[in-house]
C-alpha cells in the first residue's frame, strides 16, 4: 500500500454558496413614505384643531366660591363615636432564657467562638465547662433574656453576621 502525505497535502479551496441579496430598495421606499405620511399628518392634526390654546384667548381670572365640605356619612361617625371594649389576657411569663450557640472539646476554640461573636454582633458571651459522659465539653452561651422575643431577636442579629445558628432554651427554676 502507498504511503499518501497528508502534511504537504494542498486543500482544495470550497466554492462559496452564499447568494448575496441585492439592497431591499421597494422597502425602504415603502418605509420612507410611511414616515413621511406620519409626519405630515400629525401637522395637518396641530395646524387644523379647533381648540385653541390658552395664550391665543386670556382669561379673566375669577374667585374661586369656597366648597362646602362634604358630609360625613352617618356609619362613619358611629364608628368614631364606638366604644369597643377588649379582654386582653396576661400570658404568663415563662422565665429568663438562654441562648446556646456552640458546644466545643477545645476550650481555646469556645473562646475564639466568644470573641468573634461580641466583636460582630457586640453580645456578650460565656464559656462554661460541663463534664459529661463522653469528656469535657464548653459550651458558649448567651444569658440571660428575659423573654423568647429579645432571644429571639439576638439569635436574628448572629444570623445577619453568618455566624452559628444558636439554640434558645428556657433556664430550669
Not at 27 to 32: D, G, I, K
Not at 126 to 153: C, H, M
Not at 164 to 169: D, E
Request: net charge positive; proline share 7%; charged share 30%.
Amino acid at each position: 500500500m502507498a504511503q499518501r502525505d497528508y502534511v504537504n497535502k494542498k486543500r482544495t479551496p470550497k466554492k462559496s454558496t452564499q447568494n448575496k441579496r441585492p439592497f431591499p430598495v421597494a422597502a425602504l421606499l415603502v418605509a420612507v413614505v410611511l414616515v413621511s405620511a406620519g409626519i405630515y399628518g400629525l401637522y395637518f392634526i396641530s395646524t387644523n384643531s379647533d381648540v385653541k390654546t390658552s395664550q391665543q384667548r386670556p382669561q379673566k381670572e375669577q374667585p374661586a366660591a369656597p366648597k362646602p365640605k362634604p358630609k360625613k356619612p352617618d356609619f362613619i361617625e358611629e364608628i368614631e363615636n364606638a366604644k369597643i371594649e377588649v379582654e386582653v389576657e396576661e400570658q404568663e411569663q415563662k422565665g429568663p432564657y438562654y441562648m446556646q450557640c456552640a458546644s466545643l472539646r477545645n476550650h481555646d476554640d469556645a473562646e475564639a467562638l466568644k470573641a468573634q461573636i461580641a466583636f460582630k454582633t457586640g453580645l456578650i458571651a460565656d464559656v462554661d465547662r460541663t463534664e459529661g459522659k463522653n469528656g469535657v465539653w464548653y459550651r458558649v452561651r448567651i444569658q440571660p433574656f428575659e423573654t423568647k422575643r429579645l432571644a429571639e431577636s439576638a439569635n436574628n442579629q448572629i444570623k445577619r453576621a453568618r455566624m452559628s445558628r444558636c439554640q434558645i432554651y428556657l433556664i430550669p427554676k
